[in-house]
Nanobody, 122 residues
Framework: QVQLVESGGGLVQAGGSLRLSCAAS????????MGWFRQAPGKEREFVAA????????YYGDSVQGRFTISRDWAKNTVYLQMNSLKPEDTAVYYC???????????????WGQGTQVTVSS
């Protein structure tokens, strides 16, 4: 059973930075494609970033390209999302997810975390 636990969310001013962490069950980040999604109230879940299980490729949503970076630490079984130049429209609950299939941009991952709230004030 894969377990994912997000942390690092909070309140930040526009222009600021946050780093989200996703602690995964042992072996997960080296066996599954890992992704980050977000969901704002009244909106559909949106793709943010993803990484191929090998770590060789990364993918980003258009709205975060150039501002967010996905990375991982194999030894710690943890995936990170570094978020810079935050905007009020980045406010959402952020979810970590793991997938056995390479459908990076679709919210059809096999396992999901509980989410962490990110609020960006103007």
């Amino acid at each position: 059973q894969v377990q994912l636990v997000e942390s690092g969310g909070g309140l930040v001013q526009a222009g600021g930075s946050l780093r989200l962490s996703c602690a995964a069950s042992e072996g997960t980040v080296s066996s599954y494609h890992m992704g980050w999604f977000r969901q704002a109230p009244g909106k559909e879940r949106e793709f943010v970033a993803a990484m191929h299980w090998s770590g060789g490729s990364t993918y980003y949503g258009d709205s975060v390209q150039g501002r967010f970076t996905i990375s991982r630490d194999w030894a710690k079984n943890t995936v990170y999302l570094q978020m810079n130049s935050l905007k009020p429209e980045d406010t959402a609950v952020y979810y970590c997810a793991a997938s056995a299939r390479a459908n990076y941009r679709l919210p059809r991952y096999d396992y999901w975390g509980q989410g962490t709230q990110v609020t960006v004030s103007s």
